[in-house]
């Protein structure tokens, strides 16, 4: 199980983020997980629970965003839908390699945290 | 005050800057690294033994071992007259590129010319950490059973290099090997597969070669 690492490395980053623009405590955390990462959502939720019990940043919610990868046959010039749970590059009508586009995300999208910080109304930052 | 920060940062950012470090590193003593990764067993290590009786008098060659516990991997690849290092990962089930930072601070084992990382025994954590190698390789003993591919593709279809061990045990056990051979390319349409036996040396030249060719076009690069 390496999803307990890659929840400290989340945390990591968050706290990073948060540093960046100013301090506070986390509120929600949106993620990318793409299927073809290797990384079990479930899993990594059950990670994200441990590394924030008992911490400033406890109940600090994790949401998850699970991205399809986009494969197209180059021969066909189709795009052809991946079969559930088969990572198979071929291409199940002509045999020829496919294209994979994305599937393969383990990014930070958004970090949401309340502060302390003046001005009181709430602020977007983009990057 | 609530803030929303929309960014789009790699989760394992700080593990990757890491790797990026180590490849920079590597590039300036101009060693090739390879990150070995398979199941507990599938002969990893004697596969090592082999490559540097083969090839250790012509490079120079180095070795970073990961196991949860003992040095016996790091022992037997010292025993061959080859700068070996054991990292220790107390129940961990795979290396990560800070790890690979720490030995080679800790020792002298760059510069060489080829340094293989022997990763914790597992076919599934490894797959996620960028060691700042060249190339991923595959093994795959026969032993193990021809449905691994499809089972643990996450490895199979990233490795560049997919090494099928044991092939001297080819008669005894039940293993299609075309039907492996072709559920590992459909997996990964463009890795080159091998199929070898360290205990009859099939194969052997040919790994040997593809070492050593990846090698000179490192060199070139």
Known sequence: ?127 | MKKLVTIRRKALAASEEQADKLRERFADSGTLVFNLISSPGSGKTTLLETTIGRMAEVYKMAVIEGDVATERDADRIRAMGVPAHQVLTSGACHLDARQIETALEATDLLPADILFIENVGNLICPTTYDLGEDFKIALLSVTEGDDKPIKYPAIFSRADITVITKSDLLPYVPFDLDTVMAHISSLNPTGVILVVSSTTGEGIDLWCDLIASRFEAKRRS
């Open chain 1, 1 to 127: 199980m390496h999803e307990m690492g890659i929840a400290i490395e989340i945390y990591r980053t968050c706290r990073e983020v948060v540093r960046e623009h100013g301090q506070g405590r986390l509120q929600t955390v949106r993620i990318a997980v793409g299927e073809l990462a290797a990384v079990e959502p479930d899993l990594l939720k059950f990670g994200w629970e441990a590394v924030i019990a008992d911490g400033p940043d406890e109940g600090a919610e994790l949401e998850i965003d699970f991205c399809r990868a986009d494969q197209r046959c180059p021969s066909c010039g189709e795009a052809k839908k991946r079969s559930e749970g088969s990572w198979f590059r071929i291409c199940p009508d002509c045999g020829a390699p496919l294209e994979v586009r994305g599937g393969d995300e383990l990014d930070v999208l958004e970090v949401s945290f309340e502060t302390d910080d003046e001005p009181a109304e709430a602020s977007k930052t983009q990057e």
